[in-house]
């Protein structure tokens, strides 16, 4: 059973280190707007600010370019992303354009060093709450495999709430994110996403 | 500018024992918020609570400005602003006002204590506060609205907090009080309150009381907000009710 929770509301009598959430007193209580699992013991936030961690796989846009191969990029509206590449790096990368990488060092928790970076070319950018990302991920990877195969497109997602798209029907697989932004909370929602992809073929 | 009041134009404030507007001492005006209300804000809340109308945006946490920026937390920047047409009196004409740039302190300083900062350091977290139509009571107004715009814009905070003034009108303490009540009253205390353990966040205090008359209206403020906390939680969680009531419905 799932239900609304508030900032400042008690989920839990006992101490529990959940997400989202701090312990006074011996008790539990919630930091934001979410839904409480009382089966599973979690809190989803129903809206929330990404805070990056090692591996994270994030999307940016390159806004600089330093000297010695560094670029800098724009993944947050404040945490800079730098992007350090090699002089035997043969790729070179422009400002504006779109690169996936994964978080290797966060310094002073502003600034994210990337690696493994990969240009994405072609496609477009669109932008969801990061609280929504999980879902669009799904289970082990269900939900965007599944639009993936059904839209036959190409599909990055980043933590950062970037997510960009390449393919004839791109519009179509916009759409289903939207839609999945919006109804993330509503239980039955890769069926619904199925079921709305596979009619409309 | 005429001040328009003034002890020999004083209205009586006390009719057949209700208040002006035919209240009761310890009754609320109308008090409507709707969230997310603005598309190119992180959250957003707009309130009308009585004939006050109030918009409230919230923007961030975005990098600060370096002079501004804490290496440890992020910084809360709050700005009151009436609109040049909120009231009778000339507002927003020109800079901030002494008031504006008050409030705007007192309101920064409410939220500093609730929003967990630390998670963001080096960032600023905006508050912008617009009223639209004034009629008493604005500071309380914009930190209740405030309040229902960062939760929507998902910025963890330890509470949702609500203000609410009280007064003492002649020998009698009320609570929210309108403008003439304001312009008139004998003190103007405007609260503001963490629910979870009735912290006070907000105290300014203007005009006499006695020692009984201030806990009288503390306890007045505190049982008027559970309806306030009632109304700033539905608001929050209706846009998400409403989709799934499409679904529950077939």
Known sequence: MRHFVFPGEMI??????????????????????????????????????????LNDKVIGVISSKGRNGSYDLEINQYIKGVLLTDRRDRQRYYIGDIVEGTVKEIERRKTV??????LLKNG????????????????????????TDL????????????VWIMGENKNRAIEAILRIDREAHVPGLTNRIKDMLENKE | MINLASSLNK???IVNGKRIDGRDFNELRPLKIEAGVLKNADGSAYEEWGDNKVLVAVYGPKEAPRYLADPNKAVI????????????NGHGRSNPSRREIEISKVTSDVFSNVVDLAQFPGSEIDIDIEILQSDGGTRAAGITAASVALANAGIPMKDLVYAVSAARIEDKVSIDVNMIEDNYSDADIPFAISPRNNDVLLLQFDGGVTREQMKEAENMVIEAGKTISKIQKDALKKSYEEVSKQYEEK
Request: no cysteine; hydrophobic share 35%.
């Open chain 1, 12 to 53: 839990l009598n006992s101490p529990s280190e959940l997400n989202y959430t701090y312990i006074k007193d011996d008790k539990t209580y919630s930091k934001i707007l979410g839904l409480f699992d009382e089966s599973s013991n979690s809190l989803i936030p129903l809206k929330s600010i990404w805070q990056p961690r």
């Open chain 1, 151 to 162: 839209t036959d497109t190409k599909i990055a997602v980043g933590k950062n709430g970037y």
């Open chain 1, 124 to 147: 477009i950018l669109m932008k969801i709450n990061t609280a929504k990302i999980p879902r669009l991920m799904g289970k082990e990877n269900t939900m965007i495999n599944e639009l």
């Open chain 2, 11 to 13: 209205p009586e404030l």
């Open chain 1, 113 to 118: 060093i990337l690696e493994k970076p990969m």
């Open chain 2, 77 to 88: 920047k709050a700005k009151y602003s009436m609109a040049s047409f909120s009231g009778l």
